[in-house]
């Protein structure tokens, strides 16, 4: 098959940004919206142990991003998922047609962090995170940038525009010609 040709008949979304900008709020109720498969690649990491242990000083486990690409290959060439996941450069670029980075303020994005149990420098380096628009950047740099997308996620009204726009968009995508 030639691999220049996207055979896929639905799109794949990523939805990426910094841990508590709300990916997989969002991503849950899109693929309620849409019928898109919602792959949670944090929780596919640790279902079927797509990692190299646990880090104790990042209080998290160690992504081993080749068995997650293995893993998700035959799903992703299909088409018709949305992809959560707080990092994006290790994916193939061919991938994805739309990838969303939602953003938080940095005040907002705290009192998230804070109720999930983050705290010292898993909280800080998160927050430092989202100020540096880092998942921002390593997008555009990943993707080509008529793909990327910045969508901000700080109330609940947010996550319905983000959904319903994302939604006419999954609806009204069709393969390039
Ligand atoms: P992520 O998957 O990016 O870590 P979650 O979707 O798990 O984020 O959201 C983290 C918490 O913040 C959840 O309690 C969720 O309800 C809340 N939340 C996320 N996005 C929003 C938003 N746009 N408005 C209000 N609450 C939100
Ligand atoms: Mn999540």
């Given at each position: 098959q030639n691999g220049s040709i996207r055979s896929r008949c639905r799109p794949n979304i990523l939805v990426t940004g910094t841990p508590g900008t709300g990916?997989?709020?969002?991503?849950?109720?899109?693929?309620?919206?849409?019928?898109?498969?919602h792959l949670n690649v944090g929780d596919?990491?640790?279902?079927?142990?797509?990692h190299d242990g646990w880090d104790p000083e990042l209080e998290s486990y160690l992504i081993n991003e080749d068995l997650v690409c293995d893993e998700l290959e035959d799903l992703m060439e299909e088409g018709g998922n949305i992809v959560d996941?707080?990092?994006?450069?290790?994916?193939p670029e061919r991938w994805f047609d739309r990838v969303v980075v939602l953003q938080t303020d940095n005040t907002v994005l705290y009192d998230r962090l804070s109720r999930r149990g983050y705290t010292g420098s898993k909280l800080s380096n998160n927050i430092?995170?989202?100020?540096?628009q880092v998942l921002l950047q390593e997008a555009r740099e990943s993707y080509p940038e008529d793909i990327v997308m910045a969508l901000k996620s700080d109330t609940i009204e947010d996550i319905t525009r983000n959904v319903t726009s994302l939604t006419d968009w999954a609806r009204s995508w069709h393969p390039a010609s």
């Open positions: 990916k997989t709020t969002t991503s849950s109720a899109l693929a309620e919206a849409t019928h898109l498969r596919l990491v640790r279902e079927k142990n797509l996941y707080h990092g994006c450069d290790f994916f430092e995170c989202e100020i540096f």
